[in-house]
C-alpha cells in the first residue's frame, strides 16, 4: 500500500498491487501510486485519465486489466 500523501498515514483502499504503462517509466510510477492511493473504484478512469493502459490487483483477488484508449 501506499502513503496518504494528505495525511502521512498509509492508504486505505482496496488496490494490493497496481502496474502502469507508459512510454515514460517515471510517468508509470506516478500513474500507479495514484491508482493505488484512489482506490478500484476510480482506477479505470484514473488510468484513461492520465493517458496509460494497467492493472490491478484487489484486496478480494480480483485482478481487472485497463487498456489505454486512443
Excluded: H, M, Y
Amino acid at each position: 500500500q501506499g502513503t496518504n500523501p494528505f495525511t502521512g498515514e498509509p492508504s486505505s483502499t482496496d488496490v494490493v498491487a497496481a502496474t502502469a504503462i507508459s512510454s515514460e517509466l517515471w510517468w508509470a510510477e506516478i500513474v500507479a501510486k495514484v491508482v493505488v492511493l484512489r482506490g478500484s473504484d476510480v482506477a479505470a478512469s484514473v488510468f484513461t485519465e492520465l493517458g496509460a493502459a494497467g492493472s490491478i490487483v484487489r484486496s478480494d483477488g480480483a485482478f481487472v486489466v485497463v487498456r489505454e484508449q486512443q
